[in-house]
C-alpha cells in the first residue's frame, strides 16, 4: 500500500485569473509563498518518505518547504506536469469565457480536446501511470508527497473514486491544500479532501519519530 499526498501548488498571480498552463517564469505570490511556508509547517509532523513535484517553478517553490523540514530532496515527476492548455495558455479566463470550445470543454472534458493541447485521456494516462510508477517504488505503507496542478489532481480523484472527468469540478481543489488518496490492494481509498486545516485522527497518518 502507498499513502500519497496530493497537494495542489500555492497562490500565484494567474491563479482564478487567467491560464498560466505550461508557461515558464510563473512563480508562487507572496501570498503563495506564505501559503508553503505554512504548508511545510503542518506537514513536518508526518513521516514522509519522499517527496515529488511536477516541474514547473510554483510546484517546485510549493515542495521546497515540505522537503526542507522533512530533510528531503524534491524530485521531479513529468506525469504530474500541467494540463497542456495549447492554444489557451497565458489567455484570461474572462477571454475564454466567450468561447465555444472553452464552454464545450468545461462542459464534456471526455469529448473535447483542447485547441493544440492535450485530451483528458492524455492527462490521465500519465498522471495515473505516473502513481503506478511511484506506487511501485514506494510499496510498503510509504507516504508520499506530490505537488502538482488543480485539474490534474481533480482528474486523478474523480478516477480513482469511479467518478466521470466530466463532473471534476465539483470538487474543489484549492491553492496549498492537500487530499490523501491511499492506494491499498483491495481498492483505493480517499481518506481526505482539500484539506487546509490540521489533520484529523481518523486518516491515521504516522507521526514523525
Same mark, same amino acid.
Given at each position: 500500500?502507498?499513502?500519497?499526498? =496530493? ?14 498552463? +505550461? ?15 505554512? =504548508?511545510?509547517? +503542518? ?69 473535447? +480536446? ?16 505516473? /502513481? ?13 508527497? =506530490? ?19 466530466? /463532473? ?20 483505493? +481509498? /480517499?481518506? =481526505? ?17
Amino acid at each position: 500500500m502507498t499513502t500519497f499526498l =496530493l497537494i495542489r501548488h500555492a497562490h500565484c498571480d494567474p491563479v482564478g485569473r487567467a491560464i498560466a498552463g +505550461r508557461s515558464a517564469g510563473v512563480h508562487l505570490s507572496r501570498k503563495g509563498q506564505a501559503e508553503a511556508e505554512t =504548508l511545510g509547517e +503542518r506537514l513536518s509532523g508526518l513521516a514522509i518518505s519522499a517527496i515529488y513535484s511536477s516541474p514547473l517553478e510554483r510546484a517546485l517553490e510549493t515542495a521546497a518547504p515540505i522537503a526542507e523540514r522533512q530533510r528531503l530532496r524534491v524530485r521531479t515527476a513529468p506525469g504530474l506536469l500541467e494540463i497542456d492548455f495549447g492554444e489557451w495558455t497565458g489567455r484570461s479566463l474572462a477571454e475564454l469565457d466567450s468561447l465555444a470550445e472553452w464552454k464545450a470543454f468545461n462542459r464534456s472534458r471526455n469529448s473535447t +480536446r483542447i485547441p493544440g493541447g492535450e485530451s483528458t485521456a492524455e492527462v490521465l494516462a500519465r498522471s495515473v501511470g505516473e /502513481l503506478d510508477r511511484l506506487g511501485k517504488i514506494h510499496p510498503e505503507g510509504d507516504l508520499v508527497a =506530490l505537488v502538482s496542478h488543480g485539474d490534474v489532481l481533480r482528474l486523478l480523484i474523480t478516477h480513482f473514486m469511479g467518478a466521470p472527468a466530466d /463532473l471534476l469540478h465539483r470538487i474543489e481543489i484549492s491553492p496549498g491544500s492537500v487530499s490523501i488518496l491511499a492506494l491499498e490492494a483491495a481498492g483505493p +481509498r /480517499l481518506l =481526505l479532501l482539500n484539506s487546509q486545516a490540521d489533520w484529523p485522527v481518523e486518516t491515521g497518518l504516522k507521526p514523525a519519530h
